[in-house]
């Protein structure tokens, strides 16, 4: 596809004005994933239990919440993606606030791994890290690590889960 030097000229005014307003709406977030290079802050958040480690799920908005919603309605681990202006732990501190309060992290995430996945959102950079939480999110559930929910975003059920239980079991 080739783009008219007048799409190009809105195209390029518009990014620029888009540049100052984040978090963009999900629309637009979920064009620019398919063309470029997201670099996705993973935190896989536990609690022990006398059975084992549990890992904490979110269910992700319906297409009727979020029309453009690449996951809908499926179970995925807290992240955020990493903006512009962010360190580490301001992304830290925007999953605390905006997805698993009034839980806490017990622990700072720690970093595991890095991960490249590319599916029908895009192409990501995972960067993977394990907290333990004290409290309970207000939204979402724990499940043990061998009996997690059948409707779990891909990537997540793929390497993201699999790198925090093999990191909380060999340390």
């Avoid at 809105?10 to 064009?31: C, F, N, V």
């Avoid at 512009?84 to 839980?103: C, G, H, I, V």
């Avoid at 559930?141 to 909380?168: D, E, G, M, Q, T």
Wanted: with cysteine.
């Amino acid at each position: 596809m080739t783009l008219r030097s007048d799409e190009i000229a809105t195209l390029a005014a518009l990014l620029r004005k888009l540049s100052r307003a984040q978090p963009w709406p999900s629309e637009i977030y979920e064009a620019y994933a398919r063309v470029g290079v997201g670099i996705a802050i993973e935190v896989v958040c536990v609690r022990r239990d006398p059975n084992g480690w549990e890992v904490f799920l979110a269910k992700r908005p319906s297409r009727q919440q979020r029309p453009h919603e690449p996951y809908p309605n499926q179970w995925h681990s807290p992240g955020t993606i990493l903006r512009k202006t962010d360190t580490f732990n301001s992304a830290f501190r925007r999953l605390e606030t905006r997805e698993l309060a009034p839980a806490i992290f017990r622990t700072t995430p720690r970093f595991i791994k890095n991960a490249i996945s590319q599916d029908r959102r895009g192409r990501f950079l995972g960067v993977i890290h394990v907290a333990e939480l004290t409290g309970t999110p207000r939204r979402g559930a724990f499940f043990p690590f061998r009996r997690l929910p059948k409707n779990l975003v891909p990537h997540h059920r793929s390497f993201v889960l699999p790198a925090a239980r093999r990191a909380l079991e060999h340390p």
